[in-house]
């Protein structure tokens, strides 16, 4: 089968379209015909190893993993000998950031992993681009709590987590105000958004009035930065870990000092978390938002485009 391979860590020229075995699945496992995946912001971590951190998970001087891509759609082509929920024909869509290996013609998951079968009515190239995003953003908004009547504010509501997080918010049920460049200001409304702010115009940072919680989708910001408009009690988020990784200490630190604190909650997901978004994509509450698509062997200038920071929403990778 095709797949693109990464033998060590670095740049995207690192990645190379090869020949390789299709998998085989083990008894506990399906294999999965891959008919779309995505190149995202997580790929691309693994694959630079950027933060070192990241290598006590991925392997210290190599990667263990030597096909990336976590979000996969496609049609079920074996099972396992254990497998009971899947069969033959099944589609199907979903995340691994385990085992990864999406990024491949054939990849194979466990039944009980982040997979189930697809929305009736998405199609493949929708359907990848489910998971990374939001699971990110639903991490931190159930950490929040957000409810009914809350003022949040999502900075980078254009990214794959911010554009998520947006149409969550509005599920749970408390209002969005959104920050984005002009010319995603329509996008950002027709995803739900009360209030919106362009970034080119004003500085969110300096506006008159507070939000029970500030959640940057970008990690562009700073606590410090925020904290002027943060309610009194009220919560700061970010995706990234701030200078000198200052945003763990804070969320350490501040829960303990009452008043404004800092959440930095440790990303999972789970079948339920698939189960959950797949309801409110049938129900239209949720759509992932696509930016590009690129066919697998074009990935390379996939992940250069990625890797700008400039993508709104999603990146699809087509397998056809
Ligand atoms: N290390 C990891 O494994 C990992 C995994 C997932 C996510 N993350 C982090 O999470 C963040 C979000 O990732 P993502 O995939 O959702 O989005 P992304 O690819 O980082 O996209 C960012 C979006 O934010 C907008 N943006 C850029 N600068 C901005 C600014 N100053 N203010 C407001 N908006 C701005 C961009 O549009 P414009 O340029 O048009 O404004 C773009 O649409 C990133 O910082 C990423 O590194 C890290």
New binding site residues.
């Given amino acids: 089968m095709r797949a693109i391979i990464n033998t060590k860590y670095g740049p995207p020229e690192v990645v190379q379209l090869m020949e390789v075995d299709k998998p085989i699945p083990k008894d506990n496992e399906v294999l999965i015909k891959v008919y779309a995946t995505t190149v995202?912001?997580?790929d691309?971590?693994?694959r630079s190893a950027?933060?070192f951190i990241?290598r006590f998970f991925s392997g210290l001087f190599r990667p263990k993993n030597k096909t990336l891509g976590n979000e996969f759609a496609g049609e079920i082509e074996t099972v396992g000998k254990d497998v009971a929920s899947f069969k033959a024909g099944d589609k199907v869509f979903g995340y691994n950031d385990t085992k990864f290996g999406a990024h491949a013609e054939y990849m194979t998951i466990a039944e009980d992993d982040a997979i189930t079968t697809m929305p009736g009515n998405l199609t493949y190239e929708e359907a990848a681009p489910i998971t990374?995003?939001a699971h990110?953003a639903l991490c931190n908004l159930r950490a929040a709590k957000i409810r009914s009547g809350q003022k949040i504010l999502i900075?980078?509501?254009?990214?794959?987590?911010?554009?998520?997080a947006v149409q969550l918010v509005k599920y749970f049920g408390a209002e969005v105000t959104a920050?984005?460049?002009t010319?995603?200001v329509a996008l950002v409304k027709s995803l739900g958004a009360d209030v919106v702010i362009d970034?080119t115009k004003q500085d969110f940072t300096k506006i008159r009035h507070t939000f029970d919680v500030v959640f940057d989708?970008?990690?562009?910001s700073s606590f410090g930065q925020c904290k002027p408009i943060i309610h009194k009690s009220g919560i700061y988020m970010s995706?990234?870990l701030g200078k000198n990784a200052e945003n763990i200490f804070l969320a350490l630190l501040t829960p303990l000092l009452g008043g404004k604190k800092v959440l930095f909650p440790l990303?999972t997901i789970s079948k339920q978390d698939v189960l959950f978004l797949k309801e409110l994509v049938e129900t239209n509450q949720y759509k992932p938002v696509v930016?590009r698509r690129y066919p697998l062997a074009q990935i390379v200038e996939a992940y250069k485009f990625?890797e700008?920071?400039?993508?709104?929403?999603?990146v699809v990778i087509t397998l056809t």
């Fill in positions: 995202n912001r997580t691309c971590g693994f950027e933060y990241s990374e995003g990110y900075n980078g509501a254009t990214g794959a987590i911010g554009s998520a920050v984005c460049d010319k995603n970034y989708a970008v990690g562009k995706t990234e990303p930016d990625v700008t920071g400039q993508k709104t929403g999603n």
